[in-house]
């Protein structure tokens, strides 16, 4: 159950009630495709970077080490130690981007393992029962992702397709609901918006699937290869055709500024690699922009990434000591960056709900986009 308590304009403080726990939104989801956040991150570490979701892939623990084992494991909370929200994705999104080899039908999708090639059908049904069986918080419905630059004609049977394939997530969703053996009998769904770039196709779409009453609502098939102010173009037509009383999901989109754009115009939900994937290749996040520590003037650098952040790495080491473990290519340096990143998102996303519970949230982003401004760009 979503509460929306306050609103800026079109920005959205609100608390989504689950059976894991209350997620207090925006909130910003720390990626762990695979059941595991990389960099060496543990789920004792994500409790104190200030983690509300933790989110893994359907498709990828399908694959490996199969659904089925982590279901006869106890399911992937037990699994992987970790007794908050998990959304899983449906696995619609790695379908399209990591097979070579596919055939799109009305049932389903058939393709080849992106790990040893083997053939897989996927389709709304199995997309649900792969997630049932994980017993993840939040399940996402399965959903074709059309490339941004694709033809008119095919986004709209594409998503004339999504929509049939939402009303079976649905129905198969309650089924499993209701089994006796099932981990999670109170596993919510998300539908997802599709639409390229085409304004009237998505708000379309908006409309058809707010009419199915879901949990909650995500913006698909963003933030892949349009620019971000194609992105924002269509999150200013789409999120006011979006149930307000449901919390609604930018999926994959997460610079920084991105978020701060996003929740501006009513985003509630937002995950992305960013934090982690720059982290591992030592570009670090602060209030004063972006810093790659591979740079030779962290040498000697003696203080920390960042004056005064509370995180586990600032606490204790320096720019220069984890410049000196990247360039030796210590997993060490890779997880304090990854520490530092997930905690500096996870602050970030902290201030945003503070400001707007206090009525400040215009003059925060300003504020939050000039002083990342001030370094310039990696």
Known sequence: MYKLLKREGRAKRGEFHTVHGVIET????????VAAIKGA???????GLKTQVELSNTYHLHVRPGDKLIKELGGLHKFMVWDKPILTDSGGFQVFSLAKLRKIKEEGVYFNSHIDGHKIFMGPEESMQ???????????????CPSSVAERSYVEDSVARTTRWLARCKAEMKRLN?????INKQQMLFGINQGAIYEDIRIDHAKRISEMDLDGYAIGGLAVGETHEEMYRILDAVVPHLPLEKPTYLMGAGTPANILEGVERGVDFFDCVYPTRNGRHGHLYTNQGKINLFNQKYEKDMRPIEEGCQCPTCQHYSRAYI????????????????????????????EIRNALDEGRFA???????????????L
């Not at 925006?26 to 495709?33: D, E, I, R, S």
């Not at 792969?130 to 074709?144: H, K, R, V």
């Not at 504020?367 to 401004?373: A, D, I, P, V």
């Open 26 to 33: 925006p909130v910003f989801m720390n990626v762990g495709t």
């Open 323 to 350: 410049r000196h473990l990247l360039k030796a290519k210590e997993m060490l340096g890779m997880r304090l960056c990854v520490l530092h990143n997930l905690y500096f998102y996870n602050t970030m996303m902290e």
């Open 178 to 182: 209701s089994l006796p053996d099932t």
């Open 363 to 377: 003059a925060y982003k300003a504020e939050k986009l000039y002083g990342m401004s001030q370094m310039g760009r």
């Open 130 to 144: 792969i997630q049932s069986n994980l017993g993840s918080t939040i399940a996402m419905a399965f959903d074709e």
């Open 41 to 47: 991150v543990s789920t004792q570490d994500l409790q």
